[in-house]
């Protein structure tokens, strides 16, 4: 595998447009905005990625503000993404124009095989997909090492794409926006979120279950060492 090592903007020429790009660099700058109110998101200086194959960015879920955290991590190093997002957030017209807007994928169990063929074929087109293979935000007393249980299906659309995968671990986000509440909780001096990414992998079975098992616990490394950080 062919990789190079990324500093802030410089992924921007490496891979396709994906149609969305306005609405999706205004999201980051909303991301940014919105921080600047409530949270400090700490992102590496750099990160590795590849060159001759696709990417998947894949992230823990502990908190909804793992999108902005996820928007404002990618968009540092000019990354412009298709994030999966469960497709009850498209239900209402607001969540529906936002999301759609920005080329977020939905995804529910009803609805599988559309979107991950969705995936690999925004994949294929050199398009990078963001998601979170546990499928759902894990409550910190149900995680293990940082992490819940992950999906098997990014373990299928990697493989079907020939995608490497960068773990990403985002630490304390659940502070800045607490599971079951409606908005992100103001602080005074901003609450410090950590976003940092391990090592590229690329799966060389087709045991489903037992990649994403690899994949979540690489993620819960990264996870284990943001909050350490922290």
Known sequence: ???????PGDARSVYAETG??????????????????????????SI??????????????????????????LGHFGI?????VNSRFFKNPVGRGFLGGIGCVPFSRDDR???????VDA??????IALMPE?????LEDQVNGVGPARPGISRIALRAGAAILPVGFAQSDEAWSPGTPLPKPRLGRHHVIAR??????????DHDANSAAIIAAIGNVVMSARAIA
């Open 135 to 139: 499928g759902r935000v894990t409550r």
């Open 197 to 206: 990414a391990g090592d590229l992998l690329v799966l060389d079975s087709d």
């Open 1 to 7: 595998m062919k990789t190079i090592e990324c500093g």
């Open 48 to 73: 590795r990625i590849p060159t001759d194959r696709p990417l998947i960015v894949a992230a823990n879920h502990s908190s909804l503000f793992d999108l902005i955290a996820a928007l404002v991590f």
């Open 80 to 84: 412009n993404a298709r994030l999966a």
């Open 20 to 45: 969305f790009d306005r609405r999706y660099w205004a999201s980051v700058r909303g991301a940014r905005g919105l921080c600047r109110l409530t949270s400090r998101v700490d992102v590496p200086e």
């Open 113 to 119: 095989e559309t979107a991950e063929q969705a995936m």
């Open 123 to 128: 994949l294929l087109a050199n398009q990078v």
